[in-house]
């Protein structure tokens, strides 16, 4: 399908590690958000890129993480030096503007042990 | 500050019976207002949503009302079916802003058959 495509699906990992989330948004959208979803939490926006603007990374919980979208499509979520309260599943979204709907991929679920 | 609130963590519901899904909003610069439906291991899926120049919004069996004065609204589901047992999020924006969505925290409807 032409959906949005994440991977992996599901990340498991030590304390201390780095780790890279991938997403690759519809093909022709312009916007593309990240959100993380905590055990029994709602959506907690990090960070989006529209078109060729500086992204918007008021969402970021600390330095430790950062995003990159290379060429206006492809984006990737890295946390460095993980930490047992990043556990959750992190969501990516993409539209065709910043005020349409947006559509999901299925997540990455990250487990930091 | 949560701009966008679905008090209801939960609802069960009996099947054919109506669902009424709540949510309220602070921002009175919100005048587009969608609404999302999770399943578990799978991202959110838009479903319904409404602009500010409308009260009413019907697709189906899914009706959304929006309640401008009291920054309130509503999801209504009828009848409502085993398979609409799901995770719903609210979602608000601006559209003269630059800000993405504003998610609620989720409200799990849980219909019994």
């Known amino acids: 399908g032409a959906g949005v495509s994440q991977s992996p699906s599901n990340k498991v990992t030590e304390k201390g590690k780095d780790v890279e989330l991938r997403c690759d948004p519809i093909?022709?959208?312009?916007?593309l958000y990240w959100y993380r979803q905590s055990l029994g939490q709602g959506l907690e926006f990090l960070i989006y890129?529209?078109?060729?603007?500086?992204?918007?990374k008021s969402g970021l919980p600390s330095d430790r993480f950062s995003a990159e979208r290379t060429g206006g499509s492809v984006s990737t979520l890295t946390i460095q030096r993980t930490q047992q309260e990043d556990s959750a599943v992190y969501l990516c979204?993409?539209?065709?503007?910043?005020?349409?709907?947006?559509?999901f991929g299925d997540g990455t679920r990250l487990s930091i042990l | 500050d949560q701009q966008v609130k679905q008090n209801s963590p939960s609802l069960s519901v009996q099947e054919g019976r109506i669902s009424i899904l709540n949510c309220d909003y602070t921002?009175?610069?919100?005048?587009?207002f969608l609404w999302y439906k999770k399943y578990p291991a799978e991202g959110p899926t838009f479903l319904i949503s409404?602009?500010?120049?409308?009260d009413k919004n019907e697709d189906g069996r899914f009706t959304v009302f929006l309640n401008k004065s009291a920054k309130h609204l509503s999801l209504h589901i009828v009848p409502s079916q085993p398979g609409d047992s799901a995770v719903y999020f609210c979602?608000?924006?601006?559209?003269?802003?630059?800000?993405?969505?504003?998610f609620g925290k989720g409200t799990r409807l849980s219909v019994i058959a």
């Open positions: 409404i602009s500010s120049i409308k």
């Open positions: 921002n009175s610069m919100f005048d587009y």
């Open positions: 979602a608000a924006i601006s559209n003269s802003g630059n800000t993405p969505l504003v």
């Open positions: 890129f529209q078109g060729n603007s500086a992204p918007d």
């Open positions: 979204a993409s539209s065709s503007s910043l005020n349409q709907p947006q559509h």
């Open positions: 093909s022709g959208h312009t916007a």
